[in-house]
Each structure stands twice: as structure tokens, then as C-alpha cells.
């Protein structure tokens, strides 16, 4: 620890001649302990008066023999940013556990009960919405397959020759290689212009037909002369059970119901298989 005493003191002669040094400077000397001898240290404070200004301080410190810092005075400075620091942190917290109690207005049992209401009439409508897009696309199907047949017998009776089977295509509609033998019986490999002369005759809109709404692809296939559409995946099932017997009924419905109108591969329906399906056209 130090001591301050001051150095030296004004005259009064000195101050009636107007000596301005002694009257604005004090010098003080800090006095170590016996065993900081030989450290001296000279403070010089001067104030300055200027109106308005207010006060400024400029202190020059001059060490001589070495640099003493008191240990002390390090700890304190440490001591303090640990209080602040502490402080600032239970200050947080409070606010913490403030904002953890603040508890927002809840909902009546009625108001919950009309919101899970309206969520379930909504999921509900989601549900069905698919069921009736799916029922719509399968319609379509249907559709398709009554439009085919109505094209296939328009073509018989309109040119007397079985569409794919026809031979004289390409002097009726202008269409090379595309004539068939005109046996009377469509075999596998007309079967597949059996679009290509229905589109020539203007009974269809493309000569690739159209494409299932449902998915999959229609084409046209031979059974030892017996003209089927069918509508298949890369020629493998892709309808589920469900669809199918939908599809069924939606087709004998518009076709009326016939033994041997459409057959089902695999023909036993199981919920755990897909389908391709026939139609018999002829």
C-alpha cells in the first residue's frame, strides 16, 4: 500500500504576484512500503478552469527505478467483471423464468371440439375427393371401351371388312402397307393396325387411339380371330382389385352385360394382385 503527501505548498508571495503554477498545480508523491523503497512515483494533477467545459484530467505518471502494479488492484478489477458478469447473467435469468411462467389465453372445449370437427370433414373430403377422381377416371375407361366397339362395327358395316383385316386400305384411304390378307379372321399381327384403319376411316381421333385415364396403355390383340382391347402396363397387371371390379361393372353397364365380355388376368380377383384386363371388341 502507498501514502500520499504532498511535495510542496504555494507561497503567499507568490500567489499576490499572480504566479498561476502553484495556483493550478499540486504534486503529490505516492510513498510505498519499506519494502517498495526503491520505486518512486510523481503524480502531476493539474485542473484547469474553462466555463462551460467542465473539468479535465490528465495525469502523468513517471516510475522511476522499475514498474510496480499493486496486486490488489488486479484482483479488484477482476472482482469486478465477475460481479457484472454475474449480475447481467441473474438478470437473464429472471427474465428467463418470467417469460416461462407468462402463459398465453387457452381454447374452451367447445372451440377445440369445432376445430377437430372441421379437420375431420376435411380429411374426410380429401378421402372421398380421391375416390371420385379415381371412380371419374375409370368412367372415362368405360367410355373409351363403348366408343371403340361403336368405331369397330361402324368400320364392318360401312366397308364389309373386319378393321386390321381389311385388304383394300390402301386404295379406299390411301394408305401403303397397311393392308390385310381379307380372311375374314384378324390375326395377332393385324391386330395391331386395327387402330391405324379405324383413324384412316375417320372413326378415331389419333391412330394410337388414346391413352387410359386411369394409366396404363390400350392396344389391340388376336385370339384365335377374336378382337379384344387391352389395357395393361407394359403388358402386365397394374390395376388393384378394387379398380377392377369397378371397371367391370362400369363396362357391362354400358355394353351390356355378356358372357365372355371381359376377362381378368389373373382371372381369380385377390386384393393383393394387379390386373390387366380384356374386353372383347367383335
Known amino acids: 500500500m502507498c501514502s500520499i503527501r504532498p511535495l510542496s505548498k504555494p507561497k503567499e508571495s507568490e500567489l499576490l504576484e499572480g504566479n498561476t503554477e502553484h495556483r493550478t498545480t499540486t504534486y503529490f508523491e505516492f510513498a510505498p512500503k519499506d519494502e517498495y523503497n526503491h520505486v518512486s512515483t510523481e503524480l502531476k494533477y493539474q485542473e484547469t478552469d474553462y466555463k462551460g467545459m467542465g473539468r479535465d484530467l490528465i495525469e502523468f505518471i513517471t516510475i522511476r527505478g522499475g514498474i510496480f502494479m499493486s496486486v490488489k488492484k488486479v484482483l479488484t478489477v477482476i472482482y469486478s467483471w465477475i460481479f457484472i458478469i454475474f449480475k447481467l447473467f441473474k438478470i437473464a435469468l429472471v427474465n428467463f423464468r418470467s417469460a416461462l411462467h407468462f402463459k398465453l389465453p387457452g381454447f374452451s372445449l367447445i372451440e377445440i371440439s369445432i376445430v377437430l370437427l372441421i379437420m375431420g370433414i376435411l380429411a374426410g373430403a380429401i378421402f372421398k375427393g380421391k375416390d371420385l377422381i379415381e371412380s371419374a377416371q375409370l368412367s372415362s375407361v368405360a367410355a373409351d371401351v363403348q366408343m371403340l366397339h361403336i368405331a369397330y362395327l361402324n368400320?364392318?358395316?360401312?366397308?364389309?371388312?373386319?378393321?386390321?383385316?381389311?385388304?383394300?386400305?390402301s386404295t379406299r384411304f390411301g394408305?401403303?402397307?397397311?393392308?390385310?390378307?381379307?380372311?375374314?379372321?384378324t390375326s395377332s399381327g393385324e391386330a395391331k393396325n386395327i387402330f391405324k384403319h379405324l383413324y384412316a376411316a375417320g372413326l378415331i381421333d389419333s391412330e394410337n387411339f388414346k391413352m387410359p385415364k386411369i394409366g396404363g396403355a390400350y392396344d389391340m390383340i388376336s385370339d384365335d380371330g377374336i378382337v379384344k382391347l387391352r389395357i395393361s402396363e407394359g403388358e402386365n397387371g397394374f390395376l388393384s382389385s378394387t379398380q377392377v371390379v369397378s371397371l367391370v361393372a362400369k363396362i357391362n353397364e354400358r355394353l351390356g352385360s355378356k358372357p365372355g365380355l371381359v376377362e381378368t388376368d389373373p382371372k381369380e380377383i385377390k386384393s393383393d394382385s394387379k390386373y390387366l384386363i380384356k374386353i372383347r371388341i367383335n
Not at 368400320?155 to 386400305?169: A, E, F, H, I, M
Open 155 to 169: 368400320y364392318v358395316n360401312s366397308y364389309n371388312s373386319l378393321p386390321g383385316n381389311d385388304k383394300n386400305v
Open 175 to 185: 394408305k401403303d402397307g397397311l393392308n390385310g390378307t381379307g380372311s375374314g379372321k
